[in-house]
């Protein structure tokens, strides 16, 4: 992700799950795209993780429903 799209799963997942606070998803997507070692987020881990996870699915999802449209 770019630091756009970095910033916009950290605004969805601050407005629709709210387990974690802020700076602690903004460090975790850092280090994530950075390749850094995440367990260090224990308490938040699988909260971001499973928030990552419907992000890029849902990604994947428009851009297959766009591909779709273009035939």
């Given at each position: 992700?770019?630091?756009s799209?970095?910033?916009?799963?950290?605004?969805?997942?601050?407005?629709?799950?709210?387990?974690?606070?802020?700076?602690?998803?903004?460090?975790?997507?850092?280090?994530?795209?950075?390749?850094?070692?995440v367990?260090?987020?224990?308490?938040?881990?699988?909260?971001?993780?499973?928030?990552?996870?419907?992000?890029?699915?849902?990604?994947?999802?428009?851009?297959?429903?766009?591909?779709?449209?273009?035939?």
């Amino acid at each position: 992700m770019n630091k756009s799209e970095q910033a916009a799963f950290v605004a969805a997942y601050c407005d629709n799950v709210a387990n974690a606070p802020r700076e602690i998803v903004e460090a975790f997507i850092t280090d994530y795209e950075n390749g850094d070692d995440v367990d260090d987020y224990k308490p938040y881990y699988t909260s971001i993780m499973d928030a990552l996870g419907m992000w890029h699915s849902a990604i994947r999802y428009q851009l297959s429903k766009s591909l779709r449209e273009l035939k």
